[in-house]
Antibody, heavy 123, light 107 residues
Framework: QITLKESGPTLVKPTQTLTLTCTFS??????????VGWIRQPPGKALEWLAF???????RYSPSLKSRLTITKDTSKNQVVLTMTNMEPVDTATYYC???????????????WGQGNLVTVSS | DIVLTQSPGTLSLSPGERATLSCRAS???????LAWYQQKPGQTPRLLIY???SRATGIPDRFSGSGSGTEFTLTISRLEPEDFAVYFC????????FGQGTKVEIK
C-alpha cells in the first residue's frame, strides 16, 4: 500500500524559505518508472503543479516558479524535499506530494496523494 | 504552456442523473495524457481516470472518460450521493497542468 505524508511548517513569514518533506512508504524512489511530485492548492482554488522528481533524479519545475523551487530526494530515508524561497502571502496553500507512475505511453501521472500540509504566509 | 479550461464551472443535478463535464486544452496533445480527479471538501484528490479513458483501480464503471486532441469529457452515468464533489482535469507528461475544476452540486 502506497502512502505519503507531508511535513513542515504551517506558518512562514514573508521572504522566508519554505522547506517541506514528503515521507512515503510502499514504494522506492530508486525503482525505475517511479516519480514524486509536489502540487499546491490555495484555499478554495484550483490545483497547481510545482515540481517533479523521477527515479533517476531527473527533475522538472513549473516554469512560472522555477527560480524559487528546488526538489531533492533521499532514497535511503524514503523522502522527497521541496524548498521554495522568498515566500509571499499569495503562496498560502495546501501543499501536497503525490506518487507518480506511467501510463501505456510512458507518461507520468499522479495516482496516490498525501493528505496535504496547509502553509500560511503571514507576518 | 497548455491551459486547460473546464466547463461548466458548476453543474447542478439530482441523484440518478447523468453528468457530463468538459475539459478543453489550449493546444492539442496527441498522447492523450489526460487524467480526472475527484475532490471532496477537506479531502485529497482521488484519481478517477488516466490516459483519457482508463479507469483507475477501484473506480466504479459509472465513471467514464473520453476524448482526444483538445476536447476531453468525464461522464458520470448515474449520479450517486457520494459523487457530488469538485472534479479536476489534469494534463500530465513532460509538464503537468490542472484545470480550474467543475463543481457538481445537488440540485
Amino acid at each position: 500500500q502506497i502512502t505519503l505524508k507531508e511535513s513542515g511548517p504551517t506558518l512562514v513569514k514573508p521572504t522566508q524559505t519554505l522547506t517541506l518533506t514528503c515521507t512515503f512508504s510502499g514504494f522506492s524512489l530508486s525503482t525505475s518508472g517511479v516519480g514524486v511530485g509536489w502540487i499546491r492548492q490555495p484555499p478554495g482554488k484550483a490545483l497547481e503543479w510545482l515540481a517533479f522528481i523521477f527515479w533517476n533524479d531527473d527533475k522538472r519545475y513549473s516554469p512560472s516558479l522555477k527560480s524559487r523551487l528546488t526538489i531533492t530526494k533521499d532514497t535511503s530515508k524514503n523522502q522527497v524535499v521541496l524548498t521554495m524561497t522568498n515566500m509571499e502571502p499569495v503562496d498560502t496553500a495546501t501543499y501536497y506530494c503525490a506518487h507518480s507512475t506511467y501510463d501505456s505511453r510512458g507518461w507520468y501521472y499522479f495516482d496516490n496523494w498525501g493528505q496535504g500540509n496547509l502553509v500560511t504566509v503571514s507576518s | 504552456d497548455i491551459v486547460l479550461t473546464q466547463s461548466p464551472g458548476t453543474l447542478s443535478l439530482s441523484p440518478g442523473e447523468r453528468a457530463t463535464l468538459s475539459c478543453r486544452a489550449s493546444q492539442s496533445f496527441s498522447s492523450n495524457s489526460l487524467a480526472w480527479y475527484q475532490q471532496k471538501p477537506g479531502q485529497t484528490p482521488r484519481l478517477l481516470i488516466y490516459g483519457a479513458s482508463s479507469r483507475a483501480t477501484g473506480i466504479p464503471d459509472r465513471f467514464s472518460g473520453s476524448g482526444s486532441g483538445t476536447e476531453f469529457t468525464l461522464t458520470i452515468s448515474r449520479l450517486e450521493p457520494e459523487d457530488f464533489a469538485v472534479y479536476f482535469c489534469h494534463r500530465y507528461g513532460d509538464f503537468w497542468t490542472f484545470g480550474q475544476g467543475t463543481k457538481v452540486e445537488i440540485k
